[in-house]
């Protein structure tokens, strides 16, 4: 690598393509050639950021490295082409994006070099193929010729594999496509499966831009054209297009199958000694089935005028539905009415079920040991405070009570205030033993038992 570096450092390159471009003699060529082949395959990123470099110093573009290596290319004279074929695999090292992942320096080599290469150099590559095909036709149809074309071809091919997006958009924006299937009408078989094969790897990248490109253009009429010129024979053109109508058919590209059926479904009526036509008629007759017997989602919608009320209201309803709502009476609300509640003499709330309301009876009249017996819990007197607490809680909690929801004193017995005790939130709560409730009720005297209603 710093041997190459230094060369690069003291002009080699810039000595290669001067004698590339301006030297006559075949063997200084040759020679200059290999030299350049080795610091390419050794190096390919070092001549990449030469080349960019005569660019960033405004060198015209037939001066650039790579213009001259296309130019030495297409102007070969050998009958051969053995130099062509040579020059043209240094451009494919150049132009191949496996190799320019290595230089850390350059982290948007593969970018800059791809944008240089489709705006500097890709024009000089294609213009023996577009002005070999103006009119559609191989206007010159010699070996030498044909087999340039062939290199060239090879080398867009690869382009197309691997420059997807950059190749993509000059070959929709020049219509390159249209020129290469030109070739088809070419007498020579190899320059015939150069442009198969290439039509070949735009239909394998599966991409709907390249469809619809050849949809529009119906770019498979000189294909299919070719296919029925070449009848019965089992040849290796035959071959290529059948593996291409049945890559079709295998990997189901329903674009793709409409139109050749639709357009070349009649011409292929009459190949029988392969399935591929058969199958893709099968094809192209369920995709309509499918489209006639696909259900009308529009007519289960909803109508219009419910869509635009529920989802796109304009300025106007919604004026009128204020209007509406304004237009209404108020009508006075009711006042929020309280739950019936039960007050403990403890300060506890229990509201009542509206359902199963108690039917309270009205107090009898008791006498005065009766009535200061009731005011004792467990034989133990309630001090007055509390019974002012329960008094005040009662007026906070249920603003609204009534007579018959509130039970006098005097109907609330010990049994009632021990549940209620043990109902309480919060806190924790000793429960007697039931023993001891039983002996200090059997401990009082008759006269001084509670009187439970019955």
Not at 116 to 145: C, E, G, M, R, W
Request: include cysteine; proline fraction near 6%; glycine fraction near 4%.
């Amino acid at each position: 690598m710093p041997f190459f570096k230094m060369l690069s450092a003291l002009g080699v390159l810039p000595s290669l393509g001067y004698i590339l471009q301006n030297m006559e003699e075949p063997v200084i060529r040759q020679s200059a050639t290999d030299i350049l082949a080795y610091i390419v395959e050794f190096n390919p990123t070092l001549v990449r950021e030469f080349i960019l470099d005569q660019r960033k110093q405004q060198t015209e573009d037939d001066m650039l490295l790579m213009n001259v290596l296309i130019e030495q290319m297409i102007c070969d004279t050998d009958e051969d082409l053995g130099g062509a074929i040579q020059l043209m695999n240094l451009v494919r090292i150049l132009l191949d994006p496996e190799n320019m992942m290595g230089s850390l320096s350059l982290k948007t080599e593969k970018t800059e070099f791809l944008n240089f290469f489709y705006k500097h150099s890709i024009h000089v590559l294609t213009a023996p193929l577009l002005a070999n095909t103006a009119t559609l036709n191989p206007s010159k149809d010699d070996y030498q010729t044909a087999h340039l074309l062939s290199i060239i071809m090879d080398l867009l091919t690869f382009c197309v594999e691997h420059h997807t997006y950059h190749a993509k958009n000059h070959i929709i924006g020049k219509d390159l496509l249209r020129r290469i299937l030109a070739l088809l009408k070419s007498q020579h078989a190899f320059l015939n499966l150069c442009a198969v094969r290439c039509m070949r790897r735009i239909i394998t990248l599966k991409d709907d831009f390249y469809y619809r490109y050849i949809v529009k253009g119906k770019l498979f009429e000189p294909l299919v054209t070719a296919f029925l010129s070449n009848g019965s024979k089992y040849n290796l053109l035959n071959s290529a297009i059948l593996d291409l109508f049945e890559f079709i058919r295998t990997e189901d590209i329903k674009l793709l199958i409409v139109h050749i059926m639709e357009e070349h479904g009649s011409a292929f009526k009459k190949v029988n000694y392969v399935k591929t036509f058969q199958g893709l008629h099968t094809k192209f007759e369920q995709l309509k089935d499918r489209e006639t017997n696909k259900p009308d989602i529009d007519g289960l919608r909803q109508p219009s005028s419910f869509q635009n009320s529920r989802y796109r209201r304009d300025a106007r309803a919604l004026d009128e539905e204020e209007e509406m709502w304004f237009d209404q009476e108020d009508e006075p609300e009711a006042p929020p009415v309280a739950e019936p509640a039960v007050i403990f003499t403890d300060g506890v709330v229990m509201p009542l079920e509206k359902e199963e309301e108690p039917i309270l009876e009205e107090p009898k009249e008791m006498d005065k040991e009766n009535f200061d017996n009731s005011n004792t819990t467990n034989g133990r007197p309630v001090s007055p405070a509390k019974c002012v607490q329960v008094e005040s809680e009662a007026t906070t909690l249920s603003p609204v009570l009534t007579s018959k929801t509130i039970p006098t004193p005097t109907t609330t017995t010990s049994a009632e205030v021990k549940s209620s005790s043990l109902t309480r939130k919060g806190g924790l709560v000793d429960y007697p033993d039931e023993d001891s409730d039983e002996d200090e009720d059997d401990d009082l005297p008759v006269s001084k038992r509670p009187r439970l209603a019955t």
